[in-house]
């Protein structure tokens, strides 16, 4: 059985329908909206008691991810981004027969240019540093740890990119487009897809996990709009520092070449990704589940 926790969010949410497809038993972990609600920070043993049955792996996609919120309110970021970890690491690494653990982390802790290898990571805000924190309590216990970024039409609550580009477009809204941030994400479907060979046969160890190659966001939402076959009314500029009150890395591409190897795969290319994803955007789904 596989336990995700943070279940009720973007990720846990996709994840979950993901794995219903494959009929994989599951149960998603959180404090609200979950098959089993838990909060790990509660001592109350009562709501342990429902946990009769054994995990054979625990996947991690919680996290609090507004990284001006994080720079504001670092108590916080450290208990959801940190204490957590080390609170899951704990409790499932008591049961007699411990489940693997797979901990998602984030392409921003990537503060070069270029792309970045696994030995590369820093941090330049307090939502990469609690990340990079993250990791450490996951190592601890021979966890796979997963730098990544995604994007897909969102069943949570909170928009994701591709979300937020096609709402400007509904809206016939004006927006900017950076030129000078750099990323290679990967479509959820196919994050998830690989997430499951790593379930299947997890590896420990720290692997970038994202598209062959990489773009600006302004050419990512060129390309995302061009291949929907509208046109969205924006302005590319540069980002620059003083636009919001966190830093925020400026190329975040990732060596994949590690995971590639490891799991003896070719992970796409960007520009294929994107095509992917336009089935979701269709005017049959534009409205979210």
Same mark, same amino acid.
């Given at each position: ?30 404090? #609200? ?41 670092? @108590? ?59 990791? @450490? ?32 477009? #509904?809206?016939?809204? #004006? ?103 336009? #089935? ?10």
């Amino acid at each position: 059985m596989i336990g995700i926790v943070g279940g009720n969010g973007f990720l846990g949410k996709r994840l979950s329908k993901f794995l219903l497809k494959k009929r994989i038993v599951h149960k998603t972990i959180g404090r #609200k909206n979950c098959d089993l609600k838990i909060d790990f920070f509660n001592d109350n043993p009562d709501q342990f008691k429902n946990l009769n049955f054994h995990f054979d792996t625990i996947v991690n996609v919680a996290a609090l991810t507004d990284v001006d919120y994080c720079e504001e309110n670092k @108590e916080e970021s450290f208990k959801s981004n940190v204490l957590l970890v080390k609170k899951l690491m704990n409790f499932f690494s008591s049961f007699e027969k411990k489940p693997n653990f797979i901990h998602f982390s984030t392409d921003q802790v990537y503060w070069g240019r270029g792309f970045q290898s696994e030995g590369n990571g820093s941090y330049g805000n307090y939502y990469s540093k609690c990340k990079l924190l993250s990791e @450490e309590e996951a190592k601890k216990f021979k966890s796979v740890i997963l730098r990544t970024n995604f994007f897909g039409k969102s069943f949570s609550k909170k928009d994701s990119f591709t979300d937020w580009i096609y709402k400007n477009y #509904k809206e016939k809204n #004006k927006f900017y487009a950076y030129g000078n941030i750099f990323f290679n994400p990967l479509f959820v479907e196919t994050l998830l897809e690989n997430l499951n060979l790593i379930i299947k046969k997890p590896i420990p160890g720290i692997y970038n996990l994202g598209s062959k190659n990489g773009i600006s966001k302004s050419e990512f939402i060129k390309n995302f709009s061009s291949n929907l076959g509208f046109e969205l009314n924006y302005e590319e500029i540069d980002y620059k520092s003083s636009f919001s009150l966190a830093n925020r890395p400026f190329d975040m591409r990732m060596d994949v070449s590690l995971f590639e190897e490891t799991y003896k795969i070719n992970l796409p290319n960007l520009e294929e990704e994107i095509k992917k994803s336009i #089935k979701e955007y269709t005017w049959k789904s534009s409205i979210k589940e």
